[in-house]
């Protein structure tokens, strides 16, 4: 038993069936109507207008450059003496003497340099993430 294709098989539309009511009876038969299938609206966004520089003109890159990280510290190292350390087992009591000045813990020397620990013998500085270790 074959079946022909729907594509094949005319179709009738749906008419609008409608009743008629009698003078005596109420209505009681609904309307079905036929409806027009509603075009799909699509929406949407505006590209962006994108002009291109005239020919031979050199395009900017799309990301701008960032220049390199001096390699030198910002804070002379060099030149900082420890003069006098003051240690205790007692953190806040911990105190040095660098290049005339009195620091703690947690001190900024210069232009980035930060006191990290102050040790029986020495001082850790940290610059940039890089430790330093500066010794009387």
Known sequence: ????????????????????PSSDAPR??????????????ETRRPLPLVVSPPMGTPVPPLIASVPPA?????????KLRV???VYSDQRPLRW???????YVEGDAIG???RVE????????????????????
Do not use: H, W
């Open 111 to 113: 232009d980035g340099a």
């Open 28 to 41: 009681t038969t609904p309307r079905v109507a036929t409806t027009k299938p509603r075009a799909l609206v």
């Open 83 to 85: 003069e006098v350390i």
């Open 1 to 20: 038993m074959s079946r022909a294709p729907l594509a094949d098989t005319p179709r009738a539309p749906i008419a609008a069936i409608e009743s008629v």
């Open 117 to 136: 620990e102050i040790q029986s013998n020495s001082i850790i500085l940290v610059e940039d993430g890089r430790r330093i270790t500066l010794r009387p």
């Open 96 to 102: 040095a003497y660098i290049s005339g000045r009195r």
């Open 70 to 78: 001096s390699i030198a510290p910002r804070t002379d190292v060099a």
